[in-house]
């Protein structure tokens, strides 16, 4: 079982910068893979960005490479979500979610955070 609590939405310019958290705890979870996803209302889910826990390499959606960076603090059991360069469709509630490295759903997810993005 793995639980998951994100934390540093707001309200944010264009252009701007905010850096989602994700504290992640469970009995086990050396080997789950960490995403943020976000979901904006009238669009459909999209995964933005994810982590091995404990290995190396990403993954991002075309739409915020160059923009977005995801990273770990395997120390304080952390995911962060650096988001620079804000743009309104960057707008949505974002979630973070794990899975085993295996699986290919996510099992667990968040409660989300909104990022808002004004121009």
């Known amino acids: 079982q793995v639980q998951l609590v994100e934390s540093g939405g707001g309200l944010v310019q264009v252009g701007g910068s905010l850096r989602l958290s994700c504290a992640v705890s469970?009995?086990?979870?050396?080997?789950?893979?960490v995403g943020w996803f976000r979901q904006a209302p009238g669009k459909e889910r999209e995964l933005v960005a994810a982590?091995?826990?404990?290995?190396?390499?990403?993954h991002y959606a075309d739409s915020v490479k160059g923009r977005f960076t995801i990273s770990r603090e395997n120390a304080k059991n952390a995911v962060y979500l650096q988001m620079n360069s804000l743009k309104p469709e960057d707008t949505a509630v974002y979630y973070c979610a794990a899975r085993a490295m295996q699986n290919y759903e996510y099992d667990y997810w968040g409660q989300g955070t909104q990022v808002t993005v004004s121009s």
């Open positions: 469970g009995r086990t979870f050396s080997s789950y893979v």
């Open positions: 982590i091995s826990w404990s290995g190396t390499g990403t």
